[in-house]
């Protein structure tokens, strides 16, 4: 049984350009939430997806990142115009129900940006 | 004030001792608590939950709760060198936020 799958593992940008972070939940899991760390700290939630739909996005910048999570297809984080301090990593959980349930998250192995 | 708030260490045990993480968190209407283990360059995986004031215990991990102090706790018992990593503590707020929010860890090194 697959767990969560993040690609790439690890991706350099040049400023400006944009980075896409893709993540497929665990088999049976419709929820997914995105989560940044930078170096020596703690994890931000970014954003909690189900299919098709943004349930929570507050911690999202308002700007340059957008997520979704289609019918088909993985989950997919996108940052336009990267500037160095979107170096971080990226990473992705997924669980089967609300958190309010099992509170479980699965977390995939990350997604490592790095802004040159 | 942060959210959920740790101690970042780093905590140094010898091994075999008991390894004490201390957690606060700002949210007193939080009703679900977690533990998780972050290996360095590894992603977090869960250790343990706890919703009710109280100890849990499972095998050498006990947890310990006290919503009245907002204070949430991980002991661990004959700690070993496998056990160095950092010690994220989550915390499901009833802030309307439906995602956990993660302190910034402790790092824990036992020392062999």
């Known amino acids: 049984n697959a767990g969560v799958m993040q690609n790439p593992r690890h991706l350099v940008r040049r400023r400006g350009q944009e980075a896409r972070l893709r993540c497929s939940p665990m088999?049976?899991?419709?929820?997914v939430y995105w989560y940044r760390q930078l170096p020596e700290e703690g994890l931000k939630f970014m954003v909690y997806?189900?299919?098709?739909?943004?349930?929570?996005e507050s911690g999202m910048p308002k700007e340059r990142f957008s997520a979704e999570f289609p019918k088909e297809g993985p989950s997919i984080l996108r940052i336009q115009q990267v500037v160095r301090g979107d170096s971080a990593a990226y990473f992705c959980?997924?669980?089967?129900?609300?958190?309010?349930?099992?509170?479980?998250?699965?977390f995939g192995e990350g997604s490592r940006l790095t802004v040159l | 004030q942060k959210e959920v708030e740790q101690n970042s260490g780093p905590l140094s045990v010898p091994e075999g001792a008991i390894a004490s993480l201390n957690c606060t968190y700002s949210?007193?209407?939080?009703?679900?608590f977690f533990w998780y283990r972050q290996y360095s360059g590894k992603s977090p995986e869960l250790i343990m939950f706890?919703?009710?004031?109280g100890d849990k215990e499972d095998g050498r991990f006990t947890a310990q709760l006290n919503k009245a102090s907002q204070y949430v706790s991980l002991l661990i018992r004959d700690s070993q060198p496998s056990d160095s990593a950092t010690y994220l503590c989550?915390?499901?707020?009833?802030?309307?936020?439906?995602?956990?929010?993660f302190g910034s860890g402790t790092r824990l090194q036992v020392q062999p």
């Open positions: 959980a997924s669980s089967p129900s609300m958190q309010g349930h099992t509170g479980e998250l699965f």
């Open positions: 088999k049976g899991h419709s929820h």
């Open positions: 997806l189900q299919k098709e739909n943004i349930i929570d």
């Open positions: 949210d007193r209407g939080s009703q679900s």
């Open positions: 706890i919703y009710s004031n």
């Open positions: 989550a915390v499901l707020m009833d802030t309307g936020r439906r995602a956990l929010t």
